[in-house]
């Protein structure tokens, strides 16, 4: 069975950095998309960073582009999502998500099977 276990978050004062990470185990093959989320309180679950195995290729919620990376190290089982220039529109709770076939849609919830328990981000000072 494949799970996914987060750990990082926290609080941070604007302008700060983040690191979280989603370690995965039980893959069935060996190419999968990983994805980042978030929901605000009284917002929608939001898709904000995919990573997939099949072509390497990242991709980027405008609302994160150029302050958020995310990676994926094979050879430790592990997603990271290092978030910089952290704003107070950053609080969140934040998910990994994980699905082994191709996505056409990699910013969308249902696109995903597993997903981590998810871990609190607070930007605030």
């Known amino acids: 069975e494949v799970q996914l276990v987060q750990s990082g978050g926290g609080l941070v004062q604007p302008g700060g950095s983040l690191r979280l990470s989603c370690e995965y185990s039980g893959l069935i093959y060996e190419d999968y998309t990983i994805a980042w989320f978030r929901q605000a309180p009284g917002k929608e679950r939001e898709g904000i960073s995919f990573?997939?195995?099949?072509?390497?290729?990242?991709k980027y919620a405008d609302s994160v582009r150029g302050r958020f990376i995310i990676s994926n190290s094979v050879s430790k089982q592990a997603a990271y999502l290092q978030m910089n220039r952290l704003r107070a529109e950053d609080t969140a709770r934040y998910y990994c998500?994980?699905?082994?076939?191709?996505?056409?849609?990699?910013?969308?919830?249902?696109?995903?099977?597993?997903w981590g328990q998810g871990a609190q981000v607070t930007v605030s000072s």
């Open positions: 998500a994980l699905d082994h076939y191709p996505v056409l849609d990699g910013f969308a919830e249902s696109t995903y099977d597993y």
């Open positions: 990573i997939s195995t099949y072509d390497g290729m990242s």
